[in-house]
């Protein structure tokens, strides 16, 4: 089983949408990364967060500590969303990275 | 700030041939991460930096790769001799103790090697 967990694997959702992406972990944490990749393109940080919530135009990340549980939303999705949203932890007080698998959306017009 | 520079963007390279991929930190940054991305293990931490001083080699195969960080605005991963198993997207990221540890990632290398 890997310490970080996401769902679902693959999103298909139509313009306008409301999305939610999840994320699990199994260890504890100092802080998580949601970060972007488009298709055969570089990685884009979106969020780190340790608590709470954070907004960034259309996007929204929350996590909860005690659950062990961080949520991507996008609200009124677009087409240029479609990528693959990678939720990633920073395991303890360490700097290395624990990657989710990733989750592949695509917003069909 | 020019972000997170990586060279080349595309190397072709075959088995056997010496493989350098370099990387420019965002400047002040004193983290420094190299990556690995396939589609059949996503992506893994090869090697990372701090103050230039390796902090952790874990992931990378030691028979084969080296990384260098010979001053804080540049680094090396070498890859001798290169295998076909060593084609991927290789990418470096940079962060800042002094700041919330968030990573930037440069726009990566893809190594071909057949």
């Known amino acids: 089983k890997n310490e970080v967990e996401q769902s679902p694997q693959n999103l298909t959702a139509q313009e306008g949408e409301f999305i939610t992406i999840n994320c699990s972990y199994s260890?504890?944490?100092?802080?998580l990364h949601w970060l972007q990749q488009h298709p055969g393109g570089g990685i884009v940080s979106l969020f780190m967060?340790?608590?709470g919530k954070k907004k960034h135009g259309r996007l929204i990340a929350t996590i909860n500590i005690q659950e062990k549980h961080s949520s991507l939303h996008i609200t009124a999705s677009h087409p240029r969303d479609s990528a693959v949203y990678i939720c990633?932890?920073?395991?303890?007080?360490?700097?290395?990275?624990?990657f989710g698998t990733g989750t592949l959306l695509a917003v069909q017009p | 700030d020019a972000g997170v520079i990586q060279s080349p963007r595309h190397e072709v390279t075959e088995m056997g041939q010496e493989v350098t991929l370099r990387c420019k930190p965002i400047?002040?940054?004193?983290?420094l991460f190299w990556y690995r991305q396939t589609m059949m293990q996503g992506l893994e931490l090869l090697v990372y930096?701090?103050?230039?001083?390796?902090?952790?080699d874990s992931g990378m195969p030691k028979d084969r790769f080296s990384a260098k960080m010979p001053n804080a605005s540049f680094s090396t991963l070498k890859i001798q001799p290169s295998e076909p198993r060593d084609s991927a997207v290789y990418f470096c990221?940079?962060?800042?103790?002094?700041?919330?540890?968030?990573?930037?990632f440069g726009p990566g290398t893809r190594l071909t090697v057949t």
């Open positions: 990221a940079s962060s800042s103790s002094g700041g919330s540890r968030e990573q930037y």
């Open positions: 990633a932890v920073y395991g303890g007080a360490t700097n290395k990275l624990i």
């Open positions: 930096f701090n103050n230039k001083a390796v902090m952790d």
């Open positions: 260890v504890g944490i100092s802080a």
């Open positions: 967060l340790s608590s």
């Open positions: 400047s002040g940054h004193d983290y």
